[in-house]
């Protein structure tokens, strides 16, 4: 029998084009990772009108990853590509930041190393569990980069006089979340495996 709804063919969905808005920020944001680099070794943290620059094109590259997630969730413009680039933007991003804050003895050394290995690890565990599903980002995992780039700007930012105290308990607060969300990872991706 023909001419029934039953006979109506699926409708077809397109595939997500990789060139979108949601990636080209996240583009926009590894490039300027090396700007960012060039402006803080110009800068030498001495210099308040390059740090100032250091800091609002750190701030730019920041803003692209909370614009660039909402893009692609709003518009379906989600991509395999985007999933890989935008968490390495983010590691590239900060993780030069806090070297670069170490290197020119603004930060301690071991809040740099604390954070990275802490980052590299959840990385691995991505890379672990990914067969089984996908952890999404929790709350404190929000509220962990948001202190980290709360913290790194404050440093960034040729802070006057007593305020420059502030920066190093806001900081303080960042790596606590961040080692505290660190091991929630890691339950939430033992109860994946094991679930599955």
């Known amino acids: ?10 409708a077809v969905v397109a595939p997500v084009p990789v060139l979108n808005a949601a990636n080209a920020l996240t583009a926009l944001r590894l490039l300027l990772v090396p700007v960012f680099m ?17 800091c609002l094109v750190f701030a730019l590259a920041s803003a692209t990853d909370f614009v660039d997630g909402w893009i692609a969730r709003r ?13 390495i933007a983010d590691k590239a991003l900060t993780g030069a930041a806090l070297l670069l804050l170490s290197w020119y003895a603004v930060l301690p050394w071991w809040v740099t190393v604390v954070i990275l290995t802490r980052e590299l690890g959840v990385t691995l565990i991505r890379f672990w569990v990914i067969r089984h599903g996908v952890i999404a980002a929790s709350r404190g995992g929000k509220a962990k980069t948001a202190l980290q780039i709360l913290a790194i700007v404050w440093y960034l930012w040729p802070v006057p006089g007593d305020l420059a105290a502030v920066g ?29």
């Open 75 to 87: 518009f379906a413009l989600v991509t395999s590509v985007g999933k890989v680039a935008d968490p």
């Open 1 to 10: 029998m023909t001419g029934t709804a039953d006979s109506t063919p699926p």
């Open 168 to 196: 190093p308990w806001i900081m303080a607060a960042a790596v606590a979340v961040t080692v505290l969300t660190g091991f929630d990872y890691v339950a939430r991706a033992m109860r994946l495996r094991t679930a599955r």
């Open 38 to 54: 060039a402006l803080v070794v110009v800068s030498e943290m001495t210099h308040a009108d390059w740090r100032v620059a250091a």
